[in-house]
């Protein structure tokens, strides 16, 4: 347990880069850190991961986590050795060898952090291991999973009920980014957790703008709005293989790199796909919903539902996936009354009553958010239990663009009749489609069965097409005028607000069906910075993480990317005030980063930017930087030669390239300036404190020699 809690901050810069933990983290932190079983629902891009990964580095000993996604495992684990954090997974797609060494270290020490399936945890031989490597946290991630009321429940979530027996004194830590009230009480239920503190964060994701077009000419649509988000990247998600596939090809063909991702594709076909993806050499990704992507990637800009989802958790997870680094993204779903029937045929095959309700309640309340005329924000964290109290959200289609209203008194009070009527015939309910033949005059066997083809509401509807009046009762039911049960076939009957409605003939104003999309007008959560500058890094990135063999993400993040291009960093020190730069990364990467930031100033004037959208500490110290030197003025040659040599000396006694140890700009400048003391040789543009209190004695000694 640690004792010295401010240490956290510490932990925090020096591994992770960040210099503030998000809202909960630190409480959730220290929870584990004292042994405290805990339950944390933190939005996607809220920062769950490190609420175990901290305090992996906080002590000794191992945290096992538990995740269903074996891509998200390599790309964690990628990320974390990359900052220099000793973790490692176990999965199906290491060779046996490569198994073998891994348990070798778990079994010595190793590493801190384990990634690990539930179905591999729970074997009782790795069990019988895991309970000699000195546990002291296991974290459950994507812990909805354990829940038949989850969007993605999995059986095999529910072995993971035994932990609590087998490691008894070991807290459990567990995690999700949706979950409604009733399916955080069943995680805590089956993980069997002991007092558990419970955190729930905001459910809002102000970055994001939510909008839902009606979808008419769907490839055309799609193509419009990737095409107006040039160099962006990603996510389409489609129902079917088959459309994630002719999705890919059709991008690719206008000139968009594509890829599909879904499980009728081999491991080798998806992990190649899902690199390219990471490394940006694919812009999109095509998937299917079913399968679900665990993809990592924190600069995806768009997610765009093609076809409607199945339920509102998994739509808001899978929107959740853009704007993870907390700038602006784009949400945009395209629907259709022809997705609703595609759907209920779905549910329909389902041969467990349980799960048809589950399914269809869960449908309904798609539709419900898809079809309304009110703020969708309000509308999604409503459906988690949060209030949101903003007339106006700024980043929905609702709120940016209200769509128009018009007068349905005429259609409210036939469709109302028509519940009413059928009813009366028959002493009980039908459901929607059954009040909707029976307007539109539809010559069923059903309508004939029940006598419907006789009552006086029979085909006083046919002026509107069956999907206009199926979206005019779904309004009426969120208007609280008819009620829908929860039935086994849904039922429709008037409340008592519908009842004095149609009594006392009143008027309304319907909402009219969505429409194309309009551009956001506000984007939230944006930095400004000088977009040329922060292209050209953008490439530079792309450079060095294809040189390692690794998702350009893992070196930086587009923010970390947009803070330099804002702040133009000149040396080691002031790197280290940009957001998730640890020392490892500015070791190994600072040099060609300042080299390209001094590159572009030599040609581009410095911007300045008012501090409107974040406050960083290298934003407080930007007036002390001075105007960038001039690299072409003269300076001593044999100085500077001098200077390489024990430069390349430094870099072979550390096994690095000679350009990680210092720049050839800041040995020109050396040899311009002949600094004489530590300080003003740390002034030099590309040195920096860091590099002078190491090197500087070195580089002094050749300056004084060639002074005398």
């Keep these: 347990m640690i004792t010295a809690q401010p240490n956290l901050k510490t932990l925090l810069k020096d591994h992770f880069g960040f210099s503030a933990f998000r809202p909960l983290q630190e409480e959730i932190i220290q929870d584990a850190l004292a042994g405290r079983d805990v339950f944390a629902l933190l939005p996607t891009g809220g920062g769950k991961s490190l609420c175990f990964q901290l305090p992996a580095m906080a002590r000794a000993g191992l945290t096992v986590v538990v995740s269903p996604l074996i891509a998200l495992m390599k790309d964690q684990v990628d990320a974390l050795q990359a900052a220099g954090l000793p973790a490692t997974f176990l999965n199906s797609t290491l060779a046996a060898g490569e198994s073998r060494s891994r348990l070798r270290g778990l079994h010595t020490g190793q590493y801190r952090l384990l990634y690990v399936a539930p179905e591999r945890l729970m074997l009782s031989g790795f069990l019988a291991d895991v309970q000699r490597w000195s546990v002291n946290l296991v974290a459950v991630d994507e812990a909805h999973c354990i829940s038949e009321w989850g969007h993605d429940f999995r059986p095999e979530y529910r072995q993971l009920a035994g932990l609590r027996h087998l490691l008894p004194g070991v807290p459990i830590m567990a995690l999700t980014a949706t979950a409604t009230l009733r399916v955080r009480k069943d995680i805590v239920t089956q993980l069997k957790l002991r007092e558990a503190r ?250 004939r069965k029940w006598g419907h083809d006789r009552v006086s509401t029979y085909g006083i509807g046919k002026e509107q097409s069956r999907p206009e009046w199926k979206t005019i009762g779904r309004e009426l039911i969120r208007r609280g005028l008819v009620r829908q049960a929860d039935e086994k076939f849904s039922v429709l009957g008037l409340t008592p607000e519908g009842a004095a409605f149609l009594k006392e003939r009143r008027a309304i104003r319907l909402t009219r069906p969505v429409t194309a999309p309009q551009p956001p007008q506000q984007r939230a959560g944006d930095i400004t910075c000088d977009e040329v500058l922060f292209e050209s890094l953008v490439q530079l990135r792309k450079q060095l993480a294809d040189e390692r063999n690794l998702p350009t993400h893992i070196l930086f993040s587009d923010v970390t990317l947009r803070q330099m291009a804002r702040e133009y960093p000149a040396n080691a020190a002031e790197l280290g005030k940009i957001s998730g730069m640890v020392g490892k990364k500015i070791q190994e990467f600072g040099a060609p980063l300042l080299e390209q930031i001094a590159r572009h100033l030599e040609s581009h004037p410095r911007q300045i930017f008012a501090d409107t959208s974040f406050e960083s500490t290298a934003a407080r110290g930007s007036s002390r930087r001075r105007k960038p030197m001039d690299d072409t003025a003269p300076f001593d040659q044999a100085v500077f030669d001098a200077l390489r040599e024990v430069r390349k000396k430094l870099a072979d006694e550390r096994g690095l390239p000679a350009f990680f140890i210092l720049h050839d700009t800041a040995l020109r400048q050396m040899a311009r300036d002949f600094p004489k003391e530590i300080g003003e040789l740390a002034s030099i543009r590309g040195v920096g404190e860091r590099k002078a209190g190491e090197f500087g004695d070195r580089f002094l000694a050749v300056i004084r020699k060639h002074s005398k």
Excluded at 349 to 354: W, Y
């Design 198 to 447: 419970s955190y729930v964060a905001s459910f809002n994701r102000p970055n994001l703008t939510y909008t839902v077009a009606a979808r008419e000419q769907a490839f055309a649509q799609l193509l419009e709005f990737v095409r107006g988000r040039p160099r962006q990247s990603g996510i389409v998600y489609c129902q079917a293989r088959k459309t994630a596939e002719r999705l890919a090809d059709r991008l690719t063909e206008a000139g968009v790199r594509a890829v599909p991702y879904h499980a009728g594709l081999t491991n080798r076909q998806r992990e190649t796909h899902q690199e390219q993806f990471l490394r940006d050499d694919a812009r999109v990704v095509c998937a299917t919903i079913a399968f679900g992507m665990g993809i990592n990637k924190p600069n995806v800009r768009y997610v765009v539902h093609y076809d409607l989802p199945k339920n509102i958790e998994g739509y808001y997870q899978e929107t959740g996936r853009a704007g993870r680094d907390g700038l602006p993204g784009d949400c945009l779903l395209l629907f259709s009354a022809g997705d609703v029937a595609k759907q209920i045929r779905f549910i329909d095959e389902k041969t467990d009553p349980h799960e048809r309700q589950i399914a269809r309640q869960q449908l309904d309340q798609m539709v419900h958010y898809a079809e309304s005329g009110i703020c969708r924000r309000r509308e999604l964290l409503g459906y988690f239990g949060e209030e949101y109290d903003e007339e106006n959200c700024g980043g929905c289609d609702n709120c940016l663009s209200p769509r128009d209203t018009y007068d349905g008194t005429v259609v409210a009070q036939k469709f109302l009749s028509c519940v009413y009527r059928v009813r009366q015939q028959t002493g009980f309910d039908f459901g929607l489609n059954h009040i909707v033949e029976v307007l539109t005059g539809a010559d069923t066997e059903t309508v």
